[in-house]
């Protein structure tokens, strides 16, 4: 097991420097060996070793992502080619992927390498962008750029038209992206244990108006009708097409595309169930703060308190 190499996958923003100390410390204790995108290799300690963004995950034995659920999406996307278990350490404000929180990061350690753990297979979507591929694990999503009209584009399910949308944006989901965009545009939660795409239009203005549940052995194809608006294409929140105005995007499900790590996977339903309920609940944070216990208030409190200088 000396061999075994972690890669780590970074927020892009944030300081991400005290939970790369935490695997660093456990790594030249353990033997283990990181590694990190050539990119982002001023952000780490010089003991880990920057490769190309492309061979990160192949290098890998199991990929550690530092950040939120964006953080994640991206470790999942860049090892859809040679999946490799993907492990959270939650660093975002939400989070309905990642498990860890860093205090407990170096026993998660202990625990991967001693392979004990469970693994949550996630689909993705795989997708041509007018002739680019991508692959998205929460969503695609075809937006209008404000004040500039409205999506409009023809639906074919398996080469068969069904109609037509004209709405403010497309979302097109799997199980694990229908807690997102999907779901703030008033489309269903799937569980992840199913298998199926989810197509929801934000604020329709005619056509088909309510979400549609699609089997994952379908395929979609989305063309966009002249006179839409420039419209932007989203891939999993990131822009990769910014004012499109022709063209066609074909979607098919693809099964066991990444592996998330479980550590407590009953643990995490109540807490990803807690977090359900938290959004329909019209409250700012501060608001809910109040609503706690004392004890766990004051704990709460103590965590967010900045580090003595």
């Not at 952000?43 to 939120?68: T, Y």
């Not at 695609?140 to 068969?160: E, N």
């Not at 229908?178 to 799937?190: D, E, H, V």
Request: aromatic share 4%; glycine share 8%.
């Amino acid at each position: 097991m000396a061999g075994y190499v972690f890669g780590l996958v970074l927020h892009p923003t944030r300081d991400v420097s005290e939970v790369v100390e935490i695997v660093e410390r456990w790594a030249t204790r353990h033997g283990k060996s990181l590694a990190v995108r050539a990119e982002d290799r001023h952000r780490v300690p010089p003991s880990v070793e920057p490769v190309p963004e492309a061979e990160l995950a192949h290098r890998s034995d199991a990929l550690i992502s530092i950040g939120g659920d964006g953080t994640m999406l991206g470790a999942l996307r860049s090892a859809v080619r040679d999946p490799k278990p993907v492990l959270g350490v939650h660093l975002g404000k939400l989070g309905f992927l990642v498990e860890v929180e860093p205090p407990d990061l170096p026993r998660a350690l202990d625990r991967l390498v001693a392979h004990d753990f469970t693994v949550e297979s996630r689909a993705c979507l795989a997708c041509d962008v007018c002739g680019d591929d991508v692959v998205a694990f929460n969503d695609i999503a075809l937006v209008r750029h404000p004040g500039s009209g409205f999506v409009t584009a023809t639906l074919a399910v398996d080469g068969q038209r069904y109609g037509y949308y004209r709405c403010d944006a497309l979302v097109i989901s799997t199980p694990t992206g229908s807690t997102a965009y999907s779901y703030a545009a008033g489309g269903p939660l799937i569980s992840p244990a199913t298998q199926a795409l989810v197509l929801t239009p934000s604020a329709p203005m005619s056509g088909i108006s309510r979400s549609i549940v699609l089997s994952p052995d379908e395929t979609i194809r989305l063309e966009l009708l002249p006179g839409s608006a420039p419209v932007a294409v989203e891939m999993d929140g990131v822009i990769i097409r910014e004012a499109s105005t022709e063209g066609a995007v074909h979607v098919r499900y693809q099964q066991d595309a990444g592996l998330v790590v479980r550590l407590d996977p009953r643990r995490f339903q109540e807490r990803k169930q807690l977090k359900l309920s938290l959004l329909d609940l019209p409250l700012l944070p501060e608001q809910l703060r109040e609503l706690l216990p004392d004890g766990m208030r004051e704990h709460l409190n103590r965590r967010e308190l900045p580090p003595p200088r």
